[in-house]
């Protein structure tokens, strides 16, 4: 009986803590879209014959436990995306499982991987400010610690920052948007962190980051080490090289106003010789580039109709002409009168009927016995 009791109470318990769990995460339906408004929500819209909805089942009743034990304020919920159709269409839901912060009237994609961690870690940076402030020196470098690549913008109210923080709350499903004053920069490198400054003498320029170098190999002609700083006028593809490799902040003001004051040397541009050597330059780079990576095969595409061109310029230059001679009687022809045309040609008839009378007699000769030889 006291086994009975204790197996009772260890099923009454079991079926607390999973209620518990389960009441983490919420089952939503066709009223949702009214009542989410004033919360942020992550949403797993799902199929029940979707293996892969399976298996994130488990791991989104963790997640669940993990914001909610936190405080976070995100609210967790799953939804059936084929029962309620319409709903998840509205959202745009296109396949399953579709991962989904709801953030206002803001809907952002979760594409990374179905994990606790990276789920709660999506969850808590996009639910806060789309940027965040730094300020002090000490916080500027824990978040360079913690983060591979950060976003800073430093400076007062301007346009800039304006465009900065709607750009900010677009991409803030990738990585962290922050912002400081200059006293809370500490010295960094370009290569550690991305830094978008305002300054009145920069209002002009307009800053990126670029995902290799080829682009600009091709537009220098040339190899840039990475990373590098280069100043680019689209308007007539004129570039700026700074003389040195760029560390510090001063030496990135001192680049710009160079350019700015026009003592920086200037390359490039889009005249008619700068276009030729470009396009020799790409047709060279995407030859070696064929050549490096699959030496047969540039033979191949390079040797081949190269030997073709070769063999037929030299069938044309040894081919001899059978035409010549009749050409020459032609013009020959041409100056003679028809008198002149008619000795010719009995000229040449008799010389046909002389020929074979001659023939036969070399023959007659070569059947001549040796004694018939001497005697004559």
């Known amino acids: 009986m006291a086994e009975v009791k204790a197996s009772l109470l260890c099923a009454v318990v079991a079926a607390c803590l999973s209620s518990a769990v389960l009441a983490f995460v919420e089952d939503l339906d066709d009223t949702f879209k009214d ?12 199929a029940p014959w979707c293996g892969y909805c399976k298996k994130l089942e488990p791991v989104w009743q963790e997640v669940g436990a993990e914001l909610k034990r936190s405080g976070s304020p995100v609210r967790v919920g799953k939804m059936d995306a084929t029962a309620y159709s319409g709903m ?27 994990t606790k961690d990276d789920i709660v870690e999506f969850a808590n940076r996009v639910a806060g400010p789309a940027v965040r402030a730094l300020p002090s020196k000490q916080m500027f470098e824990h978040m360079m610690k913690r983060h591979d690549v950060l976003f800073v913008y430093v400076g007062g109210v301007s346009p800039l920052k304006e465009k900065y923080n709607d750009v900010a709350s677009e991409l803030i499903v990738y990585t962290y948007f922050f912002s400081a004053s200059e006293e809370s920069l500490p010295e960094v490198t370009l290569s550690i962190c991305l830094i978008f400054l305002y300054f009145e003498i920069i209002i002009d320029f307009q800053f990126g980051h ?37 560390e510090t902040m001063e030496q990135l003001v001192q680049f710009i106003n160079s350019v700015l004051n026009g003592s920086a040397q200037a390359y490039g ?48 230059c040894t081919a001899e002409s059978d035409d010549g001679s009749y050409d020459i009687d032609a013009l020959k022809r041409e100056g003679m009168t028809d008198e002149e045309e008619e000795e010719d040609e009995d000229r040449q008839h008799s010389a046909e009927l002389e020929g074979p009378e001659e023939e036969n007699e070399e023959e007659d000769v070569a059947e001549k016995d040796p004694e018939e030889k001497k005697t004559d």
Do not use: H
């Open 35 to 46: 009542t989410r408004v004033n919360d942020i929500w992550l949403v797993d819209f799902y």
């Open 269 to 316: 541009g889009d005249g008619f010789i700068q276009r030729l050597k470009r396009v020799a330059f790409d047709a060279k780079s995407t030859v070696m580039s064929v050549f490096r990576s699959s030496p047969l095969l540039g033979c191949f595409l390079f040797g081949l109709p190269l030997g073709v061109i070769s063999l037929m310029c030299y069938g044309i």
């Open 88 to 114: 998840a269409s509205e959202f745009g839901v296109r396949g399953y499982p579709t991962i989904k912060l709801l953030k206002g009237d803001l809907a952002y994609n979760y594409k990374g991987p179905r």
């Open 210 to 246: 670029m995902d290799g170098n080829d682009y600009i190999n091709s537009l220098i002609m040339g190899e840039v080490t990475v990373p590098s700083v280069i100043i680019l006028n689209t308007s007539n593809e004129q570039y700026f090289l700074p003389r040195e490799p760029i």
